[in-house]
């Protein structure tokens, strides 16, 4: 079973910009982006089809890119034009396997 190791995670203040890397143990195909809220429920953010398209949250779109380097098997969240609200834990997905990462804490705050 694939392994994930999320990083890229901090502290930062609005309008900042962070970029989140999973590294995988194995080949990725469809990977996603998922976020956690504190007394929310887990939500995608980004992710990856099994054919290669990227789709994004309403609440993220213009605003984070999801990327990817077949090569070093890592899947990338660059974040953007950060808010306050984009606070929550981060995880990396790997939907053929439903495996998930441990996931990476993101603060936005001044």
């Known amino acids: 079973q694939v392994q994930l190791v999320e990083s890229g995670g901090g502290l930062v203040q609005p309008g900042g910009s962070l970029r989140l890397s999973c590294a995988a143990s194995g080949s990725i195909n469809a990977m996603g982006w998922y976020r956690q809220a504190p007394g929310k429920q887990r939500e995608l953010v980004a992710r990856?089809?099994?054919?290669?398209?990227?789709n994004y949250a309403d609440s993220v779109r213009g605003r984070f890119t999801i990327s990817r380097d077949n090569a070093k098997n890592t899947v990338y969240l660059q974040m953007n034009s950060l808010k306050p609200e984009d606070t929550a834990v981060y995880y990396c997905?790997?939907?053929?396997?439903?495996?998930w990462g441990q996931g990476t804490q993101v603060t936005v705050s001044s």
């Open positions: 990856f089809s099994s054919i290669g398209s990227a």
């Open positions: 997905k790997d939907e053929r396997s439903d495996t």
